[in-house]
């Protein structure tokens, strides 16, 4: 069983919503207080349906590795935009270009703008061409899915998770997050924490919030939002299911932003969320100052690998392909860096 199974909407959960508004502010500030992606809203605003016309989510089992990477290829180069050209420091500051990352397929060598898999330093990304201020809560390099990962305890001082500052993304112009992850212990009712989110003037995020007051949840529940940009409608997408995941399994979850009006979260290559932004598009003036991969409080102990940001947006078949690739690789221990 897929451990991200969508299962049905829970009726409770989105029925008692409806009828009893998230907290106000104030009475979450508290448990809110350094996770700013998170807001209570009053959920009186019904999102969209879950999309029904999600992919297939058929395991590609074992595909030889080579297969994989140049399906993914190929299904890259069919949808690539020009090259994003705020690219100064691709070159000249001594770090390996993205063809000898054997963890990114070949098709995406050129559209990975951040790379980061922990096998250097915690800090270190192995690509930085957006030039990213990259900053660490209490963290330790522990066993990763390739090589080392990033180890996030929950009873830390800094509670934060990667944050990558100083960008300067137009959201006329596509972005796509992506990060592997697993929980270090079980789930209980009241976990949540926190995956992906891109800030700028608003927020796009994505999360697991756990049973509490907030929108009056029962259960650990996927989440997605958009929040606070100018002339857009809010978005509090807490009508996707629950979101119980098993401990100490590899999990992938990607947040697109394309097209200047669309929001979309793959959990494992399946459409999770898809959100249509309504008011205005998105233009070259709204722009993503930072991202954050990883759980600030209220955390859950996880291990994040493999981080990326790519300018261009990704799909199912392109994800799921990669990862194919990627577990077969991490599977025989193929390291991070090959060649010279
Ligand atoms: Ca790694």
Same mark, same amino acid.
């Given at each position: ?19 009893? /508004? ?6 979450? =500030? ?16 019904? @999102?969209?349906?879950?999309?029904? =016309? ?25 949808? @690539? ?11 000249? $500051? ?5 063809? $000898? ?38 963290? +330790? ?5 390739? &090589?080392? &990962? ?22 006329? $112009? ?19 924490? @926190? ?34 940009? /100018? ?15 098993? /401990? @100490? ?48 409080? %209220? ?16 799909? +199912? ?9 990627? $577990? ?6 193929? %390291?991070?860096?090959?060649? /010279?």
């Amino acid at each position: 069983m897929r451990p991200f199974a969508v299962l049905a909407l829970c009726l409770a959960v989105a029925g008692t919503a409806t009828f009893m /508004p998230c907290l106000a502010a104030a009475g979450t =500030a508290a448990a809110t207080a350094d996770v700013p992606f998170l807001v209570a809203v009053p959920a009186t605003a019904k @999102q969209d349906a879950a999309n029904d =016309a999600r992919p297939d989510k058929t395991d590609r089992g074992t595909q030889a590795i080579m297969a994989a990477t140049t399906t993914v290829a190929a299904a890259a180069t069919a949808k @690539q935009e020009p090259p994003h050209e705020a690219r100064p420091d691709e070159t000249g $500051r001594g770090t390996p270009s993205a063809e $000898r990352c054997l963890y990114i397929p070949p098709g995406w060598a050129d559209r990975v703008v951040y790379y980061h898999s922990f096998d250097t330093a915690l800090d270190r990304p192995e690509i930085n061409a957006l030039g990213a201020k990259v900053a660490l809560g209490d963290a +330790a390099l522990e066993a990763g899915l390739a &090589g080392r &990962g990033c180890r996030f305890a929950v009873d830390r001082k800094n509670k934060r998770g990667l944050a990558l500052a100083g960008l300067a993304l137009p959201l006329n $112009r596509p972005w796509t997050l992506s990060m592997w992850w697993r929980l270090e212990e079980p789930m209980k009712a009241e976990s949540g924490f @926190q995956l992906l989110s891109m800030h700028g003037k608003g927020f796009m995020s994505n999360f697991v919030a756990g049973k509490g007051p907030w929108c009056a949840l029962k259960e650990p529940t996927f989440v997605a939002q958009v929040y606070n940009w /100018p002339g857009l409608s809010n978005v509090n997408d807490i009508y996707e299911g629950p979101a119980w995941v098993e /401990p @100490q399994v590899w999990h992938h979850t990607v947040l697109v932003v394309s097209k200047g009006s669309s929001v979309r979260v793959f959990w494992d290559g399946a459409l999770k969320a898809d959100l249509s932004l309504r008011g205005r598009l998105l233009t070259s003036n709204d722009v993503i100052a930072s991202a954050e991969f990883g759980p600030p409080s %209220p955390a859950h102990p996880m291990t994040i690998d493999e981080v990326m940001v790519l300018d261009v947006p990704l799909e +199912a078949d392109a994800l799921r392909d990669y990862m194919t690739a990627v $577990r077969n690789l991490a599977a025989v221990n193929a %390291p991070v860096l090959g060649g /010279p």
